[in-house]
């Protein structure tokens, strides 16, 4: 292996890391020492490309607590290859310790990803991932530096066991607080759930947020095939992991870089996946967000165009039964992609170098019951609505697939909390005037208002309707929600509460009517009545006066924008090859 490598048009370079570790002089001799120190000789570098291995590893992120061993199999990949690898450690987001959320944190991570691939001396990288925010922070900081790159996710948990019930994590444990609050079951049997439905290493077991994006990130071709579902206790993740080390190095002699697989025609796949796996909604703000960073623009009519065109098949909690244990011994995502291959663009180019038709070939699902058909599916239509109207005139969306049916055409008076604080302290209050057939209305958890449009969209039922037998309502906020949460939700409304969006003028007893099949959310007061308390608004005051906080409250963009940073969308891709040092 030399310390050439080829552009796209065949000719010979020099390779990037070469740049740091060939020259002969004071900066060569600092970056040779910087290895030799650690205690590598310079012939297990010398000539070799350097791959990353960027590693959001933490004891506060568990999901992705056992990425510091699956790193040791991406080393052997990258060195069996011929390559040599440099572990990193990126910011870590973990779903149960940040506050007030960590998608607040998610644009600063793949900030943190983006730089450190520019600034260190690498030819490639691998992304450690798992945990909700991390694979799409990930991905979107990779799609801006454009150097070649693959995900490896630390897969799901296996499936949760309390008392023979198989459990999966969070949609039994909401399922289960409700239960709790409601007194059909004692403190001391939900506490014992505790060490019962999260048993091994590995991400939320459901189709929630962290299932999607892996999914998503196998249908984008970012990850080796069978990459999303093979659980994180399951011997083959760690063997996908070293085979991702040799990928990566091939990636790097063929200077494939993410923008040749994230595609326009990649991207229109990976929205078919999650409308055909009844995945999250924080997913149509991720791949939002991915998608500008590669220089696309993903409009809410386009999901709902591919949502109309794509039923949903894939029969897993919170929209099905099943858990992502059971995917993958029923065929994994590999089989799911091979169900929806109709619907999909079979060319486009993945990390293994081969077109994900190649990839889902011979893939065969094994369970009907798990993977439906397309002629036989769970739903006609895919597993989320994107909605519009007077109340979210730039736009909103509802899970439709885990939504009650006989609430997605209603129309019900409002119960309006101002803020998560007010929500709190008044939602189990018996004295709160609510019926189920009220609608309950959250504000100031946009972007800028949560700050950080934080997980707070699935409100508790109030205390006084769950002891009547109540178990779902119609709840509206500008919040996200849980991949892991089910209900007849309305979220990501826009223009968000805090901005002045007509979400912050609802007042208690205004009519609201959802109408999903006509995609429609709407304030049902006159224009009048609205423009009075619009010129009577205030807006709230700034949350932040420096820091994080601020630059977030200031470039943020709204949900259908992906939640970016204004001054983040696009990419600058770094040279692959030092071109002071052309060989030829
Ligand atoms: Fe990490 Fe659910 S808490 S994926």
Not at 150 to 173: A, F, Q, R, Y
Not at 223 to 233: E, F, L
Not at 253 to 272: Q, V, W
Request: aromatic share 6%; net charge negative.
């Amino acid at each position: 292996m030399s310390s050439n490598g080829h552009d796209s048009n065949g000719k010979n370079m020099v390779r990037r890391s070469h740049e740091w570790f060939g020259p002969r002089d004071l900066e060569g001799f600092l970056h040779r020492a910087g290895l030799k120190s650690q205690g590598f000789t310079e012939e297990s570098f010398a000539g070799k490309p350097v791959i990353g291995i960027a590693n959001s590893w933490s004891e506060a992120t568990h999901c992705n607590v056992h990425l510091r061993a699956l790193a040791g199999h991406v080393k052997r990949g990258i060195m069996a290859a011929g390559g040599f690898p440099l572990e990193f450690p990126t910011i870590s987001l973990g779903e149960f310790f940040l506050q007030p959320t960590s998608m607040l944190l998610r644009n600063l991570m793949a900030m943190d990803i983006e730089e450190m691939i520019r600034g260190l001396p690498i030819d490639g990288v691998v992304l450690l991932t798992g945990c909700d925010k991390t694979t799409p922070a990930a991905l979107m900081g990779a799609a801006s530096a454009d150097l070649p790159a693959i995900v490896v996710t630390g897969g799901p948990s296996l499936k949760g066991n309390w008392k023979g019930e198989e459990l999966g994590s969070c949609t039994d444990c909401r399922r289960y607080w409700g239960e709790l609050r409601a007194g059909t079951i004692t403190q001391e049997e939900y506490d014992s759930l505790e060490s019962a439905i999260y048993r091994s290493p590995g991400h939320c077991m459901v189709m929630g947020t962290a299932s999607t994006m892996g999914g998503i990130t196998e249908a984008l071709g970012m990850t080796p095939p069978g990459g999303a579902s093979i659980p994180g206790a399951d011997m083959r993740r760690s063997a996908l992991a070293e085979t991702a080390g040799r990928m990566v190095v091939d990636l790097v002699e063929k200077g494939t870089r993410p923008s040749d697989i994230m595609t326009e025609d990649a991207i229109e796949n990976a929205m078919r996946f999650l409308m055909a796996a009844g995945g999250s909604t924080n997913a149509i703000v991720h791949l939002t967000a991915i998608a500008g960073r590669l220089g696309y623009e993903l409009t809410p009519d386009k999901f709902d165009e591919i949502s109309r065109a794509t039923p949903t098949i894939v029969n897993l909690k919170p929209s099905g039964e099943y858990l992502m244990e059971d995917l993958f011994y029923a065929g994994g995502i590999e089989a799911v992609l091979n169900r929806l291959a109709p619907l999909l663009h079979l060319d486009t180019i993945t990390v293994n170098g081969h077109t994900l038709g190649e990839n889902i070939a011979d893939t065969v699902a094994i369970d009907d019951k798990i993977i439906k058909t397309l002629e036989t599916p769970m739903y006609e239509e895919g597993g989320i609505a994107m909605l519009n109207g007077s109340l979210a005139p730039d736009g909103a969306v509802i899970k439709q697939s885990a939504a009650s049916p006989d609430l997605l055409h209603h129309v019900g008076r409002a119960v309006v909390f101002e803020n998560y604080e007010d929500m709190h302290a008044r939602v189990d209050d018996l004295d709160l005037d609510v019926t189920k057939d009220d609608v309950l209305v959250m504000k100031s958890a946009g972007p800028v208002g949560g700050p950080g449009i934080p997980e707070w969209g699935m409100l508790p039922i109030p205390k006084k309707l769950l002891e009547q037998g109540v178990r779902d309502m119609v709840r509206i906020s500008d919040a996200r929600m849980s991949g892991t949460a089910f209900g007849t939700v309305v979220l990501h409304i826009s223009p968000e509460s805090a901005l002045g969006g007509p979400l912050g003028l609802v007042q208690n007893g205004d009519m609201i009517e959802l109408d999903v099949e006509g995609r429609r959310i709407d304030l049902l007061v006159d224009e009048a009545e609205m423009e009075r308390r619009r010129a009577a608004w205030k807006a709230p005051a700034p949350r932040y006066t420096r820091g994080y906080g601020l630059m977030f409250s200031e470039h943020v963009m709204q949900a259908q924008y992906g939640c970016d940073f204004d001054f983040l969308v696009g990419n600058d891709p770094v040279e692959t090859h030092a071109e002071m040092h052309s060989a030829g």
